[in-house]
């Protein structure tokens, strides 16, 4: 009877293709939400990318993949995961993987999704495995540059006169080499320097500006994971730590739900979120109890006091991981960090509770600035947080959240629900309730702030599928900060919705178009500067609509449209646009393929900005902010130069239509574009 | 206190039903989301929109107690009956709203009838007697039709008219009851789950989106959940259904005002 069913869905899925430069579209749109969210133009954790592209490589054998493998997906909800693994337990191992189309809310837009990751290979003995992790994993040599062609004012200024210029090139390298077997057995190191950053000169002796390196064991007996050298941390539900990517607001049931192993291997090039030290996972199928512990200099705002020079603390930490002039060098590394934390978790078929906790110990202290909204921010030479967190699943419903106090005895929490209501129907609710005074570190909540702080909100999501092809989705989200923000001199409300219909009636043709609206308070303005105002609403609304045609096997087009319209803080309207148009190319039985953009925008200032996910070298992603007026065009091509080597080359060029300049400070470029060029070299062996 | 409250209530009205004699006039959108379902729909759905009459098949009667804001001196009281016949179906509804400062009462009539398989409608006549001892009394009456539209088994959509012709309660031109036009959607995604919305165009206000879900996740457990944009308000509900009986637990959310709890009770009664 399972053959003839396995036969029948024969007919309902195609054949899966990914391709090794391109994400998955859900993906891209996740990660253009990140991108907005965050205001940040480059994403400097690669690690997604990376997996996803191992995965491709070496497909998750779904016979044997445990929740934690799937989960690590990032594309399967909670309530899928449980249905898969029930359907595994009851009807055994999966003969083909058609077969996904029988198991209870895994529908097919879903296994088209994860197709190109999972396989049903048959699993290795223990003894070969073993031998084989230390012998037929791959090496990987990575090696990557890119510049901007114009030089900004950092570069072309002249030292004698001022320090504060760029000191090194504006060329970018990374290197990385990595060994990986499967997802058992990893090693690697990794360096970069960004532009501007000096190269093995007296300011940057030890050559580049960052290093990393890493060994990652699974599956080892009772420990389940070991981590030794640079890893992340992930607990519960991203209260008290979680340094992976993590999706933003979407109405996708996977945005909400933090999921991902404790410990991860770290891998990309982005100098600050991430523990150096050990890290070790070990249990049974019931219990696991996780221990880390991490030694780093991190890079902090540093001050002296003006009475006493010995005397000095830190007003901020450095994020951004540059190190161009001498000020950002001074900077570099100032503040000791010692962190260690862990986990004990039990879990069953049905759910799972956690007990977490963190802390973090500095040398030098961190004192902010005096202004109200800093009152009940981070200070001192210490955070403790403990918490826990729970998943339950009933029937077709799926609870999860967590529960955090800090060391100032401030509580956070956030819960969530997420349920199938019919065949072809998901909702998911998501509660957050964080004090004003609760603190953290490195940590990545589902919530309206970058942090969990200050926040209450309640979240709704809807998915359904009318008929096929077709899906509908939509949010609602409505948040309030009682106390005061950056630029909000009160407790502030707001709102935010978003409505969005996909047509997706074949494997050839992908459109959607979405609707966005979000409602936030802030500061009006005003040229007396002792005057308070009331809080003005600032609105923002966004329309958006994306085709993709397969044309061919080897031709896609895809096109997007976005329009958007805001208030400013003086209530007067502003307006946007993009368009652009893609033409993906794959050379059909030669190892060639290429992507070029056009891109036309517009918009009235910052405050109407737009963002659009850009096709990259292979792991790395470009979220460029767009506002002015201009065009913008790329292209990107990579070459099979032979099994094991692959080349990757792109240019890009923005050409803005109402400026002579580009970019501000010591980033301002003297021209009306700005042109970009990036070259990878990927050899695997 | 209470005077105090009697003060300050126009100021609620305008933020929270948008013109000062009009507050009853607006369904608790927690009581009457169900107006657009096909299956959902129950006896308080007629508030919404009198063309869900129709869709009632046996009598029905409920009463319901809102306390907003957490307030009760403006305690909100509504009782209704349905009553189906071969003529078509009859609704009544009475509401009252206030303390004995302040008072706001409203009795409607209400009949609809199906056109054909696929469209329905309605319309309701309305008394209202608005009351400030010593001050101010005045009553009136007003209008409301509604019609609705079947386009399958799984999708309606409707439109409703309140208050079409502008009518003064006083010869002031503040004391008034506002005209709002509503146009509604809804679709049964299945026999347990529902989904609506409505746009809201309501005189001096700017358009209102009303948006909720409906679940019945057990034969005797209901839940509701929805939002109104305009002001950023939540409502929802459980509701126990035992026999006949069900009970609802309401409780709506205003960002500045709080909570307004509520309770409603509703039974009908099958033809033999």
Avoid at chain 1, 300 to 313: K, L, Q, R, S, Y
Avoid at chain 1, 533 to 546: D, E, F, I, V
Wanted: proline share 3%.
């Amino acid at each position: 009877m399972r053959v003839l069913y396995v036969l029948f869905c024969l007919l309902g899925i195609g054949y899966p293709s990914f391709s090794q430069t391109e994400l998955p579209a859900v993906a891209e749109q996740h990660i253009e939400q990140v991108v907005e969210n965050s205001n940040d133009e480059l994403l400097n954790d690669e690690s997604y990318s990376q997996h996803l592209y191992e995965l491709s490589k070496h497909p998750i054998n779904i016979n044997t993949a445990n929740r934690e493998v799937l989960n690590e997906l990032m594309m399967l909800s909670p309530l899928q995961i449980e249905y898969l693994l029930k359907y595994r337990q009851l009807l055994g191992d999966f003969i083909s993987l058609y077969e996904l189309q029988s198991v209870a809310h895994l529908d097919v837009y879903t296994i088209k999704k994860i197709s190109p990751f999972i396989t049903l290979s048959t699993q290795l003995r223990i003894k070969e495995v073993f031998k084989e992790r230390m012998l037929q994993g791959d090496h990987v040599v990575l090696i990557r540059t890119s510049r901007v062609i114009e030089k900004s004012v950092g570069y072309e200024t002249d030292s004698s006169v001022s320090s504060n210029h760029y000191l090194g090139s504006p060329w970018a390298v990374s290197i990385r080499y990595k060994y990986q077997y499967k997802n058992l057995l990893q090693y690697g190191i990794s360096c970069d320097k960004d532009p501007g950053e000096s190269i093995f000169t007296k300011n940057q002796q030890s050559g580049f500006d960052f290093y990393s390196a890493h060994l990652f064991i699974r599956k080892l007996g009772i420990i389940k994971s070991l981590a030794v050298g640079d890893y992340v941390v992930n607990l519960g539900q991203g209260l008290i730590q979680w340094q992976s990517l993590a999706f933003k607001k979407s109405s996708d049931l996977l945005a909400s739900k933090r999921q991902s192993p404790i410990l991860k291997p770290y891998q990309s090039f982005g100098e600050q979120n991430f523990h150096r030290g050990l890290g070790v996972t070990m249990g049974n199928k019931k219990w696991e109890a996780t221990l880390f512990g991490s030694y780093r200099n991190v890079d902090a705002n540093i001050v002296f006091d003006t009475m006493n020079v010995d005397e000095m603390h830190v007003s901020s930490f450095q994020n951004t991981g540059l190190h161009r002039t001498f000020s950002e060098l001074a900077d570099k590394h100032v503040q000791q960090q010692i962190s260690f934390g862990g986990n004990v978790g039990f879990s069953n078929n049905k759910g799972h509770v956690g007990f977490n906790f963190m802390h973090y110990d500095w040398k030098l202290s961190l004192i902010k600035d005096s202004i109200p909204s800093n009152l009940f921010s981070l200070t001192g030479k210490t955070l403790s947080n403990c918490s826990v967190d729970y998943h339950y699943t009933y029937k077709n419903a799926h609870f999860f959240g967590e529960t955090a106090i800090c060391n100032n005895k401030s509580i956070a929490t956030v819960n969530g629900l997420l349920m199938s209501v019919a065949n072809g129907a998901d909702i998911h609710f998501f509660y957050r309730n964080i004090s004003r005074s609760y603190q953290s570190l490195q940590t990545n909540v589902f919530a309206e702030n970058s942090t969990p702080v200050n926040e209450a909100g309640f979240f709704s999501a809807l998915s359904i599928r009318p008929a096929y092809g077709w899906m509908i989705e939509a949010y609602t989200d409505f948040f309030k900060f009682p106390w005061l923000k950056y630029n909000v001199n009160g407790g502030s409300i707001g709102s935010e919705y978003l409505f969005k219909i996909i047509y997706k009636p074949s494997k050839v043709l992908y459109i959607y178009s979405s609707y966005k609206s979000s409602v936030k308070e802030s500061n009006g303005t005003t040229n007396n500067t002792i005057e308070l105002l009331p809080l003005t609403k600032l609105a923002h609304r966004a329309w958006r609509t994306q085709i993709e045609h397969k044309l061919s096997k080897s031709n896609v087009f895809r096109s997007r449209v976005e329009l958007v319209w805001c208030n400013n803080a003086s209530n007067t309207t502003e307006q946007g646009y993009l368009l652009y148009m893609d033409w993906i190319w794959k050379a059909l039985k030669k190892p060639i393929g290429a992507n070029v953009r056009v891109l036309f925008f517009e918009t009235e200032s910052y405050n109407s900005r737009l963002y659009a996910y850009e096709n990259d070298v292979l792991f790395s992603s470009s979220i460029p902010v767009i506002y002015g007026k201009g065009v913008k065009y790329y292209f990107n091509v990579h070459f099979d130069v032979s099994k094991k080597l692959t080349c990757w080359a792109k240019w890009a060029q923005t050409t803005y239509f109402n400026q002579k300049t580009v970019g501000s400070g010591l980033d301002l470029i003297n021209y009306n574009r700005k042109s970009e060029c990036k070259m990878q070299v990927l050899y695997r062996f | 206190m209470k005077y105090s409250i009697a003060i300050l209530l126009p100021i609620f009205f305008v933020s929270i039903s948008m013109a000062q004699f009009n507050s009853l006039a607006i369904p608790s959108p927690s009581i009457s989301l169900g107006a657009y379902s096909q299956n959902q729909s129950d006896g308080y759905s007629f508030i919404n929109n009198q063309a869900a009459l129709t869709s009632i098949q046996c009598f029905g009667m409920a009463v319901c107690q809102e306390k907003m804001f957490n307030l009760s001196e403006i305690n909100k009281v509504d009782a209704i009956v349905a009553i189906p016949t071969s003529l078509g179906n009859l609704g009544c509804s009475i509401g009252r709203k206030g303390f004995e400062g302040f008072s706001e009462t409203n009795i409607g009539l209400a009949y609809a009838r199906k056109l054909s398989s696929a469209i329905s409608i309605g319309t309701q006549f309305n008394y209202y007697s608005f009351k400030i001892p010593s001050y101010f009394h005045s009553t009136t009456m007003n209008v409301e039709i509604g019609t609705m539209i079947h386009f399958s088994s799984k999708l309606t959509a409707g439109i409703h008219l309140y208050n079409p012709i502008k009518i003064l309660v006083s010869s002031n031109e503040v004391r008034k009851l506002p005209y709002r036009y509503k146009f509604g959607v809804g679709y049964d995604v299945s026999n347990d789950f529902f989904i609506s919305t409505e746009i809201v165009k309501q005189e001096d206000q700017a358009i209102d989106l009303i948006g909720g879900m409906q679940y019945q996740f057990d034969k005797r457990f209901f839940f509701k959940l929805g939002f109104m944009v305009e002001n950023s308000s939540l409502f929802s509900s459980l509701g126990v259904l035992y026999k006949s009986i069900r009970v609802d637990a309401l409780l709506r959310y205003h960002p500045h005002l709080g909570y307004s709890p509520g309770l409603l009770l509703s039974t009908h009664f099958k033809r033999t």
